[in-house]
């Protein structure tokens, strides 16, 4: 433990905040030394405030439960006892969410955050590990002209679409120009959080919208394969250009695991199927090469059996932080279609924050 | 009930032929004269037969129950008690089934089919009653070909594209010409019929493959669009050209009601949003104009609200016979995109093959 | 119109409250005048309020909709727009639940309520309109002793219970004395309310516990059985005495419909499965009698058939009033055992809340 | 691998035979050298035939993969590769179910049965190796009695009974004497074996039959409980005297995992439930005195949370072989009452099934 990178999590009570705790029980390189929530839990043992809340199964941490939960607002106190944080909290008002966040980094930490409110902002990277991870080198700039020290933010994308991004990555990588994706998504109940969605609202049904989703879906990923340029105003990431997404965003009475029907056209020259099973199959990125804890041996494996992925059989590959691939064809409007699927509390949330703040500590971003 | 023409269900112990049972139970036209199943359950009571094992609410029809099944394979026997028969058996060889309904067609009765064996036989009618009503007229002549007398057949379509199809078919109707549609569709395991899905295969899962559905989805609508023509094989019907559908279709853990994401895109012309919606709400069949008793007065619903339509709530909607749409805006590949959803075993099934019978009385194909 | 009784909805937007609105809209004695709800409800129109938020299949019922919600707390001004209350809001707090109650009472409104907060009152009834419809005779003490006018208060009991008490008292009516009853209930998530529980928490799960609710099931029924007497403090409802519960009370993955598996012991002489069987099949109350709009024709329906009744298959069985129950039969410890079911937020809530006010109006207790 | 024993899985298709297949995949002990099924699947690649039909998460273990499937009637052929058999096969048929179990043996292999149908056969031990490790000694007379050299046969009880049966043994190995038990499962659907339970039955809904399910939870644990005893046609194992239990056994919407909701009395001194709790707590078994590989560290576990046990979030307790229990409570007509859950396909089958081999080995009955 002596040895263990101390971190805190922000917003430990909810559901991202308890897939942090648990994820990270036996983390070889961090340790959870703050769990911070708000004012209503601050003060109580954080095992004695979940006794009957712990949302997943077996015990809560031993030595998280015995933690005295902080004030979120307790910036103080919480940069005392830890070297970066992972944000987790839910407030709707981005414009407190953000103030909070940059309060964190304005007081020394790293903050890797899976919340929304700083996706957009141009100079904090959203980072998807085996995609951009060349985006933490905006960081810099982003410090410099927040007058911050040590502290930055750096972000991750929506769960909804990290089951299909990385095996588009992994196509353009490869040397081909994907210009139109049409995606419909069917989403677990998890992405909503918890309490999150009804159960009145979602047993026996599919609910066809879930706000925000699809725009954020549309739009998140060019940014992500965006490229870092210097503007009038400093240093920004700037959305890739000549690629529409389309998507169709629904909830499923499915617990965990993102699943999308995905459409793809390629512009110029086409791989034919064998050829792009292959490059998923071989595709490996940052966090592989860096041998990185949470990285997945196979960020993308290729299922051959007709009827997979499936969320339930699935979402657990390679320590749920593998997307899942199958069903590509050929098909009769774009050059092919897909299925992809990814675990999306723990690809899609905590473990994707966690292999970010790995990737960050493995590049000396922390300092 | 001395007036009312007495009908045969060839099938009656499986999902559809209960479906349709209860669906005739107070029909003013039919009435339930004959059930007809596999040997295994000829002879017995169909009430008895099925006691555990009825699969819908309240008790079998007192009357029904009392019926002495009849083997399927006991054509005469069948004939000589009913005036026309709805083919709901499930046979996995569709050259027996074939030869099944043409058997019935042969003995002079007309057959009303929710099977697939004869969907591609090109005079045989695949039929939407609000779409297609005058594609009845190639049964003379598939009648001469045969050399059947008083007989025929008449099949509906896959379940699979009931929700979109009527709702594009109307925008075709008011002379908008829809060059591309891609579908992912999101359907109840009441669509495989009993037993059907396995519970293991369903619960908090999605499953992204259900055989042989994506390629009905994409070809069927092409012949129920299509044109009777001559050619030199004789009258068929033949598929509409210039029309590519893409489909992606899923089973979701939902009873009833199969919900479709759709994009559609058009060739010349475009409505407006508002355009479409006013199409969709006027848009009236021949179903409407005769009042057939199973004719839902509005073919198709349109819900404003920002939610819907959603299986279990809009699965109903007059009599489970509309289909129920929403959710229309611009999109960013394809021209429109919009969420269609119809009940699969009462508009897609039974209650679509008893408003084809309707249809068919009316225009006095039953003699 | 002009002739029927105008009724009032307190908590109108809730889960109970939207049941009420359904199941009245083609009442032939009351309609919906006001709706009321929450301060941050109020002024706006009803179905404005709830666009995307309507719990039930098809529409709100149009003249509803247009009603502009009030707020609960503005008695003077529901009074004097309807003839009685059906109080279904939700209020943690019970005094003040209470206080509600009572201001509407004072006010000269009978109130009709679902709530908790009065059960335990002594002069208040707590009715099953086919057990004790006698309990309304206390009515008058009730006002009395409160110096309310025309007022009053009835309530009805905890959904759980609903299913089996039925039963036992139709065995209790034919002369025979059960004095154990071990239930262990399986509830339906609408029993919760909305959005009650959280998804996350239920599907593919089951819930061991719903606070507060074994208590309730163990103790209501004693009082619903229960005498009018007079004691020192006024007229009182004296619980049964004689009669000992024992309850385990699980929520399941099921919308509606509670389901409880019953073991009873009879002191003194026993009946036989048949005698039991038949007493069920020819039991009738008071509502029965009466005629009333929303009594089941047959309170409680017996399923022969071995796997019945099922949640999905029988809570609507004639309109969500009747109780099914099934597979009685011999048992090793106590002296028979059964399962029952009953619709909750029907026959359990906003049904039984409309049937006991038909009841309280075809007795002369509405003035 | 070449010092582990070589076994064989008869049934290895159904589901409980892949659960044994995962289970078994790097047993320190075991390992799977045949794998046996129905003719239909004879002669084929394991892989090959399942490639679209496993159950399970993640990939079939690839070793055995590549297996070819053999006849589960070639005891010869099955014979000459393994050491022992685990029969998990799914005839209806019970005499020729018992014939097959019956050819192993007497071809000389240890047979460890899930199957029913030498449950009631007096000479054949019904394990749970935390109960009565000490009915594996009616072995030798088994042997003798059906002439049979080294072979014998094991078998488990149904998984229904699982869950409470340990806790009601560890009381009475502490010295309380119970003499009622009533008892109401919550069973899941992969008790049924696959395809199993149909969704259309179980998807919002609560099947209130099992059939056969209550009288074996009714019966078996008195054998398991019993002593082994020399009657007039040798010995056998006599059936517990002075235990009455009684159950009602339902099928709920969970994946896994048997919940039981359990009454209990005693005869004679009555602990308190802190006792209780603490006997729980602190018993082990022989499997947890022997070290056994499945063996779990604690067979009983206790749960102070008031929502716990849950199916979701703790049937896998360590490897899913502990028994979680909760909610214990004093009762109104019994003495105590309380909730447990064991995880049905592996505690309550194959898991089981290869603990009580790892027993048998270990105290030198496989020979």
Known sequence: ???????????????????????????????????????????????????????YD??????????????????????EECALVFSAFSIPDK????????????????????????RGTENVPMLIAEINPHHLEIIPAQQKKNGWGK?????KPNCSLQSYLTPLHALMEAGYTIDAVAVTTMQAISGAGYPGVASWDIIDNVLPLIPGEEEKTEREPLKILGAISKGSAGWRIVPKKGLTISAHCNRVPVSDGHLACVNISFKGKKP?????????????????????????????IYRYEANRPQPKLDRDSDKAMSVSVGRL??????????????HNTVRGAAGGGILNAELAYKKGFLK
């Open 1 to 55: 433990m002596a040895n263990k990178i101390p971190v805190g999590i922000l917003g430990a009570t909810g559901m991202v905040g308890q897939q942090y705790i648990r994820l990270l029980e036996d983390h070889p390189w961090f340790q959870v030394a703050v769990v911070a929530a708000s004012p209503r839990s601050a003060g109580k043992k954080y095992g004695h405030t979940l006794k009957n809340g712990w949302l």
């Open 58 to 79: 077996g015990l809560i941490p031993d030595r998280v439960g015995k933690l005295t939960v902080r004030d979120v607002g307790d910036v103080a106190g919480v940069v």
């Open 151 to 155: 502290g930055f933010v750096v972000v």
């Open 329 to 342: 064809r050929e098909d009769t409007i774009f050059d092919f279609k897909f299925v992809a699927l990814s």
């Open 272 to 300: 034919s199927a064998k050829e792009i099973i292959n490059i998923w199959k071989k595709f490996r990125g940052e966090p592989q090469r860096l041998k990185l804890p949470f990285a997945p041996k196979q960020p993308i």
């Open 95 to 118: 414009d407190e969410s953000r103030a909070i966040e940059n309060s964190y980094a304005a007081a020394g930490l790293p903050v890797f955050s899976t919340g929304s409110s700083h």
